[in-house]
């Protein structure tokens, strides 16, 4: 009965991900909106864009890579020098080798950082061909970090929280699937708009293929993300989790794509956040409790963030699963 | 009968600022546009953009983070220096530990700054790693300094200026809801795009909910935004506040949500402002008086923006609403 | 007859120029797009925004506004060591006052830029401070001219060329006005997209208005801008032109804003350029020549940008102007 | 019969192509998606923007650039030292003369990079002005390479790959012209859209001219670019293509332009990209072989690159080309 509601709404195949990409037990999205996907046959360095990888790194591991990058390029100078030989620096040539070594490397970062106290300074063409080259690549390798530091920074996002659970909550006479997001920091999304697809892996002649389906939205789009929203799709005869039994839902490994647009007025820019639910995070019977209140006294409102997921468990409506249509 | 005419009009629930968000006389919007809401709930350091604080943070305040940053990575540097010892620096040993503890606090800034003079200069491990580092964290400070400036420069913004008032002037054969604003910079706006909300606090069962409406303007795009846009809702039949009386307005704590987009050709992106009326700001019966001129001599149109609210009280035509409906 | 045709045709009143917003023989728009306007009535700091006055300034104006930063601020420091006294920099204090001041502004320039070569170095504490203050305020100083110097580089332009003629040229059965537009650097715009706004200044009831028509183009969108774009407007029934002979253009002061927007490529970005002809422009009875030639050998579009106004005079057909409608 | 079929479609004439800008055997896109255009009339330097051909340039041709930049900067300086004399930088006057310009290169290159070691430093007025100048110079340069450096990172792209084929591959019941293509990096596009113009060089009147078609896709727009996305473009009634011979297409010197367009989320921007193809890089009766596979344990899709352009030979259904219309 679930098939035949699923078969006479019409599936889509314009989503992206091709009916047989989804492997036994893989998701389509992960939770974060990135593809569940590795791509492979062209060299790595193609095939990464070193730009991104370092602008969606962790703030500590970019600073660690830095580090890490500003220690191995004053090594390389460091042993130039040495094997021109610190005398050249203007260094007395007494201590030892390490010490030498290690004279050799504070001269490297001071010409790399380009503060050139002086007391060590290149003399004779070899260290000084080394010197100039190295204050060069200092000055290019920062002009990158300064980059990446800003293109971390301003780089778009939404900023948005999803409630971690998915509801199947009383909703007019019937029922339907709520999820409910919020925006976390202090910026303003307006003209906000969220689409919702269903993933359903279900068996076509012997064969396990993914259907999509789009998931219709009780409001679609609203003018001002100022607080909470939570998205609505009745679960009616238009719906293809129509007469679907909690069962079902789980043997079609059911998951939902969710993606937010909307214009973001800090970076006056288009923002996107997309994220993935699994069957697994579906509650039956429960509903969203209210997560703003009335201030005392101030005369504002006040959103709780930690209230995203705040809900009360309820009897849903009977089914007519058994003997509709 | 103000009602009566409220509820033939469908309001909007695609607001996202919701029924209930509004307390007792606190604003839904406040005037520079940002939402009266605070949030709580997650860490304070996950709640706030700190780029967006510094970005839009007032110019004054910014220079006095940076100088206040400056000093107190030098301090914790100079503390450094110090405890190893100023004559690893190559300073004398003359003095007392305050002269000795400044040499460290000048030193550290012709570090961190990267100027490096080298009358001082690091000898010896310790103050050599400790220089090393700092010169290092200069760079990469300045490095955010330059982004944050930057952002701060090119931050896509509409600058327009609204008249503080919002009138009810006289308009065709009855009256309209007017508000002017213009750019106030040497900007030109193309493509602009207003849109008026009206939010209403009544009484429903017994309960204060919000209602929004939208309000349909006369002209609600224009092509260019050269000179000022006076924004007119005509009151009639299909307007929210037709037969709604000074104290109606007044009781149901009206508010105004105004927001404008369009696309600036400075920044070549598309920028946003609101802005919000209450009850207070609206004057009835008055027109506004024209705020550009004729040059006497050289050929141009002159927009003065001190009359932005220039305006003279006239006569509204006989309202019928006593007697209509 | 003429005016028939106009009142036939509804002006639009959505230009933003506002309908007596010209004076006597001022253009509404200058050639460059500009609006032909001045602001007044609010200090002049808060009027211009100077981020956007540095990036549209003349390269050499802009080079020139930085020598004379430069060298405003080394003045003023220098006169801050020059006070102290140059001893206190390691000076030796041999020389007349002249020679004093010039270390001090050499000195200054070392600690702005951070060479801080080191055989000038502050010593004591006033010094110190002057020059660590300087220091900072160096690298502030060049990460705003950093950020303005990426500003100018990658602002958003069209980079549009048009012919400075407007023709009235045969076409089809009858005439119609035409002017050539082509991109002159290596960019590549697409899906570009042109509107043309009529302006006419005529009386009614004794009195000059500005009247705005929007003129129909024969295709107003293109895909592709690779080569030269002719935009053609039909002067028939449906034109406010039709019939309007060459006294009664110069009569109106007819003006035509040209607005064209598109993507470019390059920045990935929508680019607008806006342009303005005065009747005085118009050449009756004229049609462009190709711009574009084959290549001899290479296989290649020659597009020759010197010819963007090559236009030969033709006789236009009949008008009917004297016995139509 | 072909050209029956041609005649019966109408040909578009808003590409911006124009119908004779292409010359004998000259493409009319290159395969990165540049017009095959060259322009002149212009001086060189307004005819290209530097700052985009910087950008565009390979990496390694880039830091080439400036090097050589640099190199040139220190010997314009160097001469100058070298003139004004080297015992003004501090240097005792020992050295033959290449010894001596030696010494104001590296001194010169110390001054441009701010490293200023100091123990060659600008003695008298002739030597600090060119110095101060100098370290301006540096610091204005490299604030340009910086920008440069940023641009260059910071560039929205596509990032696609395109398979080097175009197919003629069975298609329901006929036959249909397929490509393929994928994000070859570790980006994500959405709302992406694809354009295919026809172009084809047919005699008209005894003269060559270009005739261009849009050709209809089966799906045009997907929401996600996760995986590989083939367009088909069906060869029915309706299609430029139908009826028309392998010799046809050769004659016609036929060339597909393809446009993709869609919304990066890491750059938070519209993307484009295009290429062409011509009728040399046709396969008849061929079909894609899929690219992406079932992931052995770790629960995820892989998409194989260098299986872009694989595809199997195929029967191609009966045509209709004798018999038909």
């Given at each position: 009965?679930?098939?035949?509601?699923r078969?006479?709404?019409r599936?889509?195949d314009n989503?992206?991900?091709?009916?047989?990409?989804?492997?036994?037990g893989?998701?389509?999205l992960?939770?974060?909106?990135?593809?569940?996907?590795?791509?492979?046959?062209?060299?790595?360095?193609?095939?990464?864009?070193?730009?991104?990888?370092?602008?969606?790194?962790?703030?500590?591991?970019?600073?660690?890579?830095?580090?890490?990058?500003y220690?191995?390029?004053?090594l390389?100078?460091?042993?130039?020098y040495?094997?021109?030989?610190v005398?050249?620096?203007?260094?007395?040539?007494?201590?030892?080798?390490?010490?030498?070594?290690?004279?050799?490397?504070?001269?490297?970062?001071?010409?790399?950082?380009?503060v050139g106290y002086?007391?060590?300074?290149?003399?004779?063409?070899?260290?000084?061909?080394?010197?100039?080259?190295?204050?060069?690549v200092?000055?290019?390798?920062?002009?990158?970090?300064?980059?990446?530091?800003?293109g971390?920074?301003?780089?778009p996002?939404?900023?948005?929280l999803?409630?971690?659970?998915?509801?199947?909550a009383p909703?007019k006479?019937?029922?339907?699937?709520?999820?409910?997001?919020?925006?976390?920091k202090?910026?303003?999304?307006?003209?906000?708009?969220a689409?919702?697809t269903?993933?359903?892996?279900?068996?076509?002649?012997?064969?396990?293929?993914?259907?999509?389906?789009?998931?219709?939205?009780?409001?679609?789009?609203?003018?001002?993300?100022a607080?909470?929203?939570?998205?609505?799709?009745?679960?009616?005869?238009?719906?293809?989790?129509?007469?679907?039994?909690?069962?079902?839902?789980?043997?079609?490994r059911?998951?939902?794509?969710?993606?937010?647009?909307?214009?973001?007025d800090?970076f006056?820019?288009?923002?996107?956040?997309?994220?993935?639910?699994?069957?697994q995070?579906?509650v039956?019977?429960?509903k969203f409790?209210?997560?703003?209140?009335?201030?005392?006294?101030?005369?504002?409102?006040?959103?709780?963030l930690?209230?995203?997921n705040?809900h009360?468990?309820?009897q849903?409506?009977?089914t007519?699963?058994n003997?509709?249509?």
């Amino acid at each position: 009965m679930a098939v035949n509601n699923r078969q006479r709404l019409r599936d889509i195949d314009n989503t992206g991900f091709g009916a047989n990409s989804s492997v036994e037990g893989g998701r389509i999205l992960n939770p974060d909106g990135t593809a569940n996907l590795r791509k492979r046959g062209i060299p790595f360095w193609e095939r990464i864009s070193i730009y991104h990888t370092l602008l969606r790194m962790k703030p500590a591991h970019f600073i660690l890579m830095v580090f890490l990058f500003y220690t191995t390029v004053n090594l390389i100078f460091a042993s130039g020098y040495f094997f021109i030989g610190v005398e050249s620096l203007g260094v007395e040539q007494g201590g030892g080798l390490f010490e030498q070594f290690l004279e050799a490397f504070f001269f490297s970062s001071q010409t790399l950082t380009t503060v050139g106290y002086g007391h060590m300074a290149p003399r004779g063409i070899p260290a000084n061909i080394v010197a100039s080259t190295e204050s060069l690549v200092g000055i290019l390798s920062f002009a990158v970090v300064t980059g990446l530091i800003y293109g971390r920074f301003s780089r778009p996002r939404a900023y948005l929280l999803f409630s971690p659970s998915l509801l199947i909550a009383p909703y007019k006479e019937g029922k339907a699937l709520m999820l409910r997001m919020a925006t976390y920091k202090n910026n303003h999304l307006t003209d906000a708009e969220a689409g919702l697809t269903l993933a359903l892996h279900v068996k076509e002649n012997g064969k396990t293929v993914t259907k999509f389906y789009p998931l219709k939205l009780e409001i679609e789009k609203i003018n001002s993300m100022a607080l909470s929203w939570t998205l609505v799709h009745a679960i009616n005869e238009d719906s293809p989790l129509y007469n679907y039994s909690k069962e079902d839902v789980a043997e079609a490994r059911m998951e939902l794509i969710v993606m937010v647009k909307a214009f973001d007025d800090h970076f006056s820019n288009m923002v996107q956040q997309r994220t993935s639910y699994t069957y697994q995070q579906v509650v039956y019977g429960a509903k969203f409790l209210p997560m703003f209140e009335r201030g005392q006294s101030g005369g504002y409102t006040l959103l709780e963030l930690n209230k995203i997921n705040a809900h009360e468990l309820v009897q849903l409506p009977e089914t007519v699963q058994n003997t509709a249509v």
